[in-house]
């Protein structure tokens, strides 16, 4: 990852690693900057109690990793949880209202900025002693990932999952085609599949979240990953040259993706992958929750992103973690803290992994002997990345990632032909929200 270095409001550490030695669930830290003052409510009844069932807020709410969230909690074995799930765009748009309304004793969230927003309102509980427990199993690079800025760790990982394009192999056999290493070939490829009858890329974007990925790949293959940390906090301009390249060369590939994205959800494109309509789909390995156990699944492969730049390569990866953390005054502290220390383990990562084999333990003993060809290729893509990032929406402030960024992404779909106006816009409102 990049060098540690200070940017961002209030010259916020940005914790990173650029070396390829991390193995085993290593993942960098996202770009951290400063974020807007809230009023921390937390939980109104007070908290600390060690009585009745643990509660857990999941926002796991699809098929797949909601019976993975199941299966583990019925493992944990010492009490019941309740399991309280909640669909998670929802979640995720009110996740400030649930944590400042009284939130469940431990909840579902994501590493990076994500994570850091909330531990500095105060609006998450400090988990540093479990971290005591529980901090031998994990690399130094995940640990960073669950610490915030005053030093002490507030998140659990369980798994990370690489965004690629995914393709299906018996789809790609019967063609004949083959993955392309550069963004030329890859356009060749997709006019190919165009004339072949298949939609070249699946794309839904009604979420607004799923265009970020493609986003970021372009930025970083075309910038460099040091210019996509520095454009996240806020010290790049985003109607400079570099990013307009970025949205000229995406305006170039639209019409190789699915038309009407924004009326499209992830899993309603994974599908159209699925029934062999589409070709190709820019996700992450969370994809494969669409395919059915077995055959379909066993037919889904990917490959990294294609080269823009050859003086800037490949080697940056998109791969965002997901886990745990606390409420700041949980009903039942002692049940809540126990909790987080099982699921710390390789033990429940495995057991979520059984029923979602679409990501990888975050855990250095994780049980990898199980993994399918989907996961061992996913590990060995994150382990051999020079510089890996979390994801737009993470690596960046939440307030500008969900009041900017989702609209913005969005109008460029709409209207993809006022790349410069776009980006004007997108620079006034960066400078409102970050100053300067």
Known sequence: MMSPRSYGAGGVPAMAIRRRTLLKGMLGAGALAGVPALSACGDDSGGGGGGGPVTFGSNWSDEVPKGGIQAMMDAYGKGKVSINTIEHQSFQENINNYLQGGPDDVFGWFAGNRMQFFAEQGLVGDISDVWADIGGGFSEAMKQQSTGKDGKQYFVPIYYYPWAVFYRKSVWQEKGYEPPTTLDDFKTLATQMKSDGLVPVAFGDSDGWPAMGTFDYLNMRINGYDFHVELMAGEQAWDSAEVKTVFDTWRGLLPLHQPDALGRTWQEAAQSLLRKESGMYVLGMFVGQQFPEGAERDDLDFFAFPEVDSAVGTDAVEAPIDGVMMAPRPRNESGARDLLRYLGTAKAEDTYLKSDPNNIGAHDDADTSGYNALQ?????????????????????????????????????????????????????????????
């Open 376 to 436: 061992k290729k996913g590990q060995e893509l994150v382990s051999k990345a020079k510089s890996i990032s979390q994801f737009l929406d993470r690596d960046t402030r939440p307030d500008f990632a969900s009041t900017v960024m989702i609209p913005s992404l969005q109008e460029f779909i709409r209207n993809p032909d006022d790349v410069d106006g776009l980006t004007k816009k997108i620079e006034d409102q960066k400078k409102s929200i970050f100053g300067g």
